[in-house]
């Protein structure tokens, strides 16, 4: 079939096999081109693995440490009629690459948050590697089951308070339009919590502990924002930072447990990713963002940020810097008061009419369309491609 992309707001319900693996191999590229991890972990876990952050967490302690991956994500198989989701065709180049390059790789494709794929990871990693050094949290969902009653959690993108209005760039329309969402109530609130917040990640922690599949001065971290104040509203300060409050609290309880600096929280730079463009006001933050760092010659993506957590700071020989409130940065050059004071400046002066000229409207749907594979070069777009692909290490389906 002849594979083209069909957008409907942040969601795109196709992707592209062959451009899937040519955007991952560039990540791979990237990382082989930087000098090798000095003490990589050896054996990594990475639960969210397929696309976004967790594929670059899964790509770069693979490519510059040579190690031994286990990747957990929910994507959708390829159909005859239809393609698979971007995360499937990334996780089975990512299988292929690592093979070529004689690296142990497993991938589960079901759900995180069950206890039968917790179970599943420790029996493969009993079987195949013994422990494990590091685990990568990155997962990023609309709903929860919880796994001992059944309940479904909906996480959901609201400000806790009050009413919030500011800017927002309708992505279809290419439009600056205005946005006002009421804000969560409680429920909503502890909802959001559930999902998003740590409670899955500490269960994860503790089936692998009692399992005693963890080597000693094993390493955890997970994934926080927190941006700017224009966006304060909708992230830090909405269900989603409370979300992410309770996953400062759950690192803090773990190294209480296993150890300072056992577990922590990275606050990573504004990406466009998957989850990144569901969020209102975030997608226009970041066109602006964008330009600003691009003409700075400061722009990362998830791989270059990824890079430079292991090698800055897991590699560091007094291991990682922290801020005041025990966390990493690689926010930081998002975070530069020259970046920020010029964001904060065309953050006011944007209307529909000068977006090209004060936003990188252009990188932004760029990079929206290569998470589906879309816009690669070297790949023929109007050549029929068969949307099979096969991961080779999956085994049978877990619900
Ligand atoms: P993403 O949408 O690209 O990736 C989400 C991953 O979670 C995918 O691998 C998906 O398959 C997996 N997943 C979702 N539900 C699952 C389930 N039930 N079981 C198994 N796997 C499941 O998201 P991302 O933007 O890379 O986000 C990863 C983390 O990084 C999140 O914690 C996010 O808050 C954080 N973060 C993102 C940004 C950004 O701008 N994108 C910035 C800072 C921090």
Redesign the pocket.
């Known amino acids: 079939m002849i594979i083209t992309p069909k957008i409907r707001g942040f969601i795109c319900t196709t992707s592209h096999p062959e451009g899937c693996a040519a955007h991952v191999q560039q990540q791979i590229d990237y990382v082989q081109a930087q000098p090798p991890l000095k003490n990589p972990p050896k054996r990594v876990l990475v ?10 967490s899964r790509i770069v302690p693979a490519f510059g440490g040579g190690a031994a991956t286990l ?5 959708k198989e390829p159909t005859e009629k239809k393609s698979a ?1 971007a ?1 499937w065709y990334n996780s089975a180049a990512f299988e292929e690459a690592a093979a070529a390059a004689g690296l142990y790789a497993k991938s589960f ?6 206890h039968e ?1 917790k179970k599943l990871v420790i029996a493969a990693i009993q079987a195949d590697l013994g422990q494990i050094d590091m685990i990568v ?9 919880d796994p001992d009653t059944g309940e479904i959690y909906k996480s959901c993108l609201k400000p806790t308070g009050e009413t919030f209005t500011n800017k927002n760039l309708n992505t279809d329309k290419k439009e600056i339009e205005s946005v006002t969402i009421e804000p969560a109530n409680e429920d909503e609130i502890a909802q959001t919590v559930r999902v ?1 917040g740590g409670e899955d990640w500490k269960l994860w922690i503790d089936a692998l502990a009692d399992a005693g599949v963890l080597a000693e001065g094993f390493k955890t971290v ?4 927190i941006g700017p104040e224009v966006t304060w509203a909708i992230y830090t300060d909405g269900t ?1 930072g409370r979300a ?1 409050l309770h ?1 400062e609290k759950t690192a803090e309880d773990m190294n209480t447990r296993f150890g300072d600096k056992t577990a922590l929280v ?11 463009s569901a ?1 209102p006001v ?1 997608p226009l933050y ?1 066109s602006l963002l964008y330009k600003v760092m691009k003409s700075k010659g400061l722009h990362e993506g ?1 791989i270059e940020q990824i890079q430079r957590l292991f090698a800055d700071h897991y590699d560091a020989s007094n291991g990682p810097t922290l801020d005041d409130k025990g966390r990493v940065r690689i ?1 930081d050059w998002e975070m530069r008061a020259d970046v920020q004071a010029e964001v904060a400046k065309v953050w006011n002066e944007v209307t529909t009419e000068n977006l090209d000229a004060l936003a990188d409207f252009a990188g932004y749907r760029q990079e929206f369309h290569r ?1 589906f594979g879309f816009g690669l070069p070297g790949i023929d777009y109007d050549a029929e491609v068969d949307p099979q692909r096969k991961i080779p290490s999956i085994p049978a389906p877990v619900a």
Do not use: H
């Open positions: 639960v969210g693995a397929s696309t976004g952050y967790g594929l670059a990747g957990v994500f929910f994507e989701s995360g494709n079901g759900d995180a948050f069950s794929m949290y990155s997962l990023a969902s609309p709903r929860r089951v998003m997970a994934y926080n924002y989603i992410k996953l990275s606050v990573n730079k504004a990406l466009v990713t998957q989850a990144s969020i975030v970041i998830c926010d998470l």
